[in-house]
C-alpha cells in the first residue's frame, strides 16, 4: 500500500517509483491468472488494477498537498 509509506507522501518521484512496482506486481499476476480465472474475472482484475493504481496515486497527491508548507 503505498499511501501507508510516508516517503510516498514527501516525495513524488518516491511515489512514482512505488506506484510503478506496483503495477508490476500486479502486472505478473495478470499474466499468471489465465490459468485459475476465466475471462471476466481477469478483465474484472485488470480493471481492478487500474482502479488500485489510479486511487493509491490520487490519495498520494491529496496527501501531499494537504500537509505542503503552508506558504507554498
Known sequence: MPILNFANIASE????????????????????????????????????????INTSRMMLTMNRNLMAPIGK
Do not use: P, W, Y
Open 13 to 52: 518521484a518516491q511515489a512514482n517509483q512505488s506506484l510503478d512496482l506496483l503495477d508490476k506486481i500486479f502486472a505478473s499476476v495478470a499474466a499468471k491468472s489465465s490459468g485459475f480465472l476465466n475471462a471476466d474475472e481477469i478483465a474484472n482484475f485488470q480493471t481492478f488494477r487500474t482502479n488500485a
